[in-house]
């Protein structure tokens, strides 16, 4: 029977979330991405761009966080690893794309797992592994609407609700089981949501900007 699998990292690697079509699910978690995608799966969702300009902000981004708001990070460029710091890196797109088009903090500390899906990625491999966002994913199940914040007790009760009614029956269980893995609460969340986009899944936004490696830029949900 096909399984789906939802990938998100974490301070300390990967941690992933699969179904299959009868519901059954799981969750395992990993230093690097090898193993996880070695899994069989029928369709993966990552957390994490796919497809990297060499400058300015994908256009996908864009269209999403006119969507979702800030959750979604703008500025996600090829070889943002190569910089030594991130001073370095905003003085560098500073320069050449001028004042306030560098990179958040938040991007910045994702450069090496950036770098470590764009090492395994193809444009043959991205025929079944591609990029998802959480925020779109649970926006699209809510009928469209923006949920409260992930951070609250709230939005996060209606998060695990909604997974909870495509399939995730043991989602509270796990985030019990988490403590002392390293991975936090939200990102075993969105890995989830990953794996549902992964079965359910049929909208993008993007898909038209080809990246320098053939890599469709795109936002799966």
């Known amino acids: ?3 789906y699998l939802g ?26 991405l ?19 300009k060499t400058d300015g902000y994908r256009v996908c981004d864009l269209h999403a966080r006119q969507m979702v708001g ?3 990070f703008l500025g996600a460029r090829r070889n943002l690893w190569e910089f030594s710091d991130m001073a370095a ?4 797109y500073w320069e050449h794309e001028g004042k306030g088009r560098g990179v958040s903090a938040q991007l910045w ?41 992930k951070t609250s007790a709230h939005g996060r009760a209606q998060r695990i609700a909604l997974l909870k009614q495509r399939g ?3 989602l509270r269980k796990w985030l019990t089981q988490r ?4 991975i936090g609460r939200d990102d075993l969340i969105d890995a989830c949501a990953c794996a549902v986009a992964a079965r359910d899944g049929t909208q993008r936004v993007g898909g038209d900007e080809i990246d320098p490696r053939g890599l469709r830029m795109e936002i799966n949900y």
């Not at 090898?34 to 990297?52: C, K, Q, S, V």
């Not at 699209?140 to 409260?148: D, K, M, S, T, W």
């Not at 403590?179 to 390293?182: A, D, K, M, N, Y």
Request: glycine share 10%; net charge negative.
């Open 168 to 170: 995730f029956t043991r």
């Open 7 to 32: 990938l998100d990292g974490f301070r300390y690697g990967w941690v992933a979330a699969w179904i299959d079509e009868s519901g059954d699910h799981g969750f395992d978690y990993s230093p690097g």
């Open 89 to 92: 890196a905003n003085r560098h």
């Open 109 to 149: 500390n994702i450069r090496d797992k950036l770098k470590e899906i764009d090492d395994v990625m193809t444009p043959a491999r991205q025929e079944t592994i591609g990029e998802a966002h959480p925020e779109l994913i649970f926006w699209n199940l809510a009928g469209r609407v923006r949920l409260e914040p």
């Open 34 to 52: 090898t193993r996880l995608l070695a899994m069989p799966h029928a369709r993966a969702m990552i957390d994490m761009p796919i497809g990297l």
């Open 179 to 182: 403590h002392g893995t390293g």
């Open 1 to 3: 029977m096909p399984t």
């Open 70 to 72: 800030a959750a979604v």
